[in-house]
């Protein structure tokens, strides 16, 4: 009998065991939803997954009666409208920020102990701070979520800078570079796949505080909806919101690694 | 053309003494190949050469001029290992240099001038034996064939002067006899002088025309850090071609 850690499954069974634990709470869950709602037909913590079904099918097909949206929808373009820009703009904020930083030893000094310090602030205490100075439309809720990834990936793509061999650097110089080129041609297209993989490791913060922001003050969006019917225990509407969030970042992991693995193939491990 | 002067240099760490009074002269077209123990002073040397380190004391010049207190195209160099760039294919890594030349703003070339690079790329490619293998990765290939291509990389540029710092230290040793030969030839052809770091005896006296051990002559077991390295011999050889069968071959 092999070691354990020399036991490895074939493509099948690994799939098959990976999908395991899923069947196993979806069965948990609808076999603990039987038995509540057994005792109680009117109980609204755990809904019958037809429940689901139903609230699920007038959210995401049905015009709403009062603002005649179809809400699923608009809450989600609405969400992924404000996720979206904050991505776009904290990866660009930190790849300027962290080339500054890694590549001139002046900006490291001047913008290194700035961006430490802002990195430590709780992004959700000046969440008021925002609120009042931005207002409550997109600005502040984009702001926050800038605010909370930002530093942090801005902060670990410096250090990956700084793990570049010194030898490629005085190559480059030996090879005429200028400041500008060694950016352009030797940190820059090293730097792009460790922001996908920065960008893939805060994702998880990004919907964090977007919902908070939501939650917060808003009028649409995932996280609004989740906090507004939670008034009302609307399990069978948080659920589906839930599962969906979940599979939209992901599909966006997804993305973000299919395209680290087609654009940066020298990047990839060896197989 | 490249002299190199070496004027009572001095390489001093705090009070730690790497590199004591070094005066040299080294004429145009020289392979000046220096061996020592580790820890005296030979990387130091080669760094002070290539600008990355300035002198404590003295002065670096070549033809003449001061050298400038940072690396530039006039040295090229080749170290052991991270000489390449990862994301570059081997061509691309060797075009390096001359689109950084050609195109300062945007760094790399378009067009007819990109063509051209190529081009030259590919010629110095052949004359190194890495042709096929212009559309891998450095990552994919052997170390004798990664110290190839960035012996390529650093020649195209044409520098005066060419730094090696223990290139083929980490190649098995047939692998190392082709290096040998290769590295004659293009110092061969490109008129360049070219100093190497090497821990290997046969080696230093295969290839070089003048070979400097780097040495401590003084020694205070009080005080082991209060005296640095000096050249202890300094040796003139017989000049090599790509033809002469080098001491490594035979041996």
New interface residues.
């Given amino acids: 009998m092999r070691r354990l850690i020399n036991q490895h499954p074939g493509r099948g069974s690994a799939l098959a065991l990976g999908v395991l634990p899923f069947v196993v709470l979806l069965v948990l869950y609808v076999f603990a939803s039987q038995m509540r709602l057994a005792d109680n037909p009117d109980d609204k913590l755990l809904p019958s997954p037809a429940t689901i079904a139903t609230t699920f099918h007038n959210y995401a097909f049905e015009e709403d009666r009062r603002s005649g949206n179809v809400l699923f929808w608009v809450d989600t373009w609405a969400s992924l409208k404000r996720i979206g820009a904050a991505l776009a703009i904290s990866a660009t904020l930190a790849m300027l920020l962290a080339v500054g930083i890694g590549v001139v030893p002046r900006l490291r000094a001047l913008l290194s102990p700035l961006l430490s310090t802002i990195a430590m602030i709780p992004p959700l205490a000046i969440l008021p701070v925002l609120f009042i100075v931005l207002g409550l439309e997109e600005t502040s809720k984009i702001a926050l979520i800038v605010i909370g990834i930002a530093p942090c990936v801005a902060r670990d793509l410096a250090l990956r800078v700084g793990e570049l ?1 010194k ?2 650097i ?9 400041t ?2 060694v950016i ?3 940190v820059l ?2 730097l792009w796949p460790r922001l996908i993989d920065a960008m893939r490791l805060s994702m998880g913060s990004a919907w964090l505080f977007l919902i908070a922001a939501e939650a917060i003050a808003s009028t649409e969006g995932l996280g609004y909806r989740i906090f507004l019917v939670r008034r009302y225990l609307a399990m069978d509407v948080i659920l589906p919101y839930v599962i969906w969030i979940t599979l939209l970042a992901v599909l966006a992991d997804l993305a973000l690694r299919l395209l680290r693995a087609t654009a ?4 990839e491990p ?1 197989r | 053309m490249a002299t190199v002067s070496v004027r009572n240099v001095w390489k001093e760490y705090g009070a730690q003494v790497v590199l004591e009074n070094l005066r040299l002269e080294i004429a145009d077209h020289e392979f000046v190949t220096i061996i020592g123990a580790s820890g005296c002073g030979k990387t130091t040397f080669l760094k002070m050469l290539l600008g990355m380190e300035q002198p404590s004391r003295g002065q670096i010049l070549i033809d003449g001029q001061p050298i400038r207190p940072e690396p530039d195209p006039d040295r090229g160099v080749v170290f052991q290992r991270y000489s390449s760039f990862p994301h570059l294919t081997v061509l691309e890594n060797v075009m390096l240099g001359l689109e950084l030349k050609w195109a300062r703003f945007a760094g790399r070339l378009f067009g007819g001038a990109r063509r051209a690079a190529r081009a030259s790329a590919l010629a110095m490619l052949e004359s190194v034996g890495l042709a096929h293998s212009r559309d891998r990765y450095p990552a994919q290939l052997s170390g004798g064939m990664q110290q190839r291509m960035s012996i390529a990389q650093a020649v195209i540029c044409r520098p005066k002067i060419l730094l090696l710092d223990e290139p083929f230290g980490a190649l098995d040793p047939g692998v190392t006899a082709d290096m040998h030969q290769l590295i004659l030839k293009l110092w061969a052809e490109n008129r360049m002088t070219i100093f190497m770091v090497s821990h290997d005896i046969q080696e230093s006296f295969a290839l070089g025309t003048r070979l400097l051990t780097f040495d401590k002559v003084r020694h205070d077991p009080q005080a082991p850090e209060a005296y640095g390295a000096r050249v202890t011999y300094d040796m003139r050889l017989a000049r090599k071609t790509s033809e002469t069968r080098t001491v490594g071959a035979t041996a």
Avoid: D, N
């Avoid at chain 1, 005085?170 to 200028?178: E, P, R």
């Fill in positions: 061999p030898e490629q005085i190559k480059a110089q030996t090879l005429g570079a200028s500008w080129q352009l041609r030797v297209p090293q940066f193939r020298w990047a060896e």
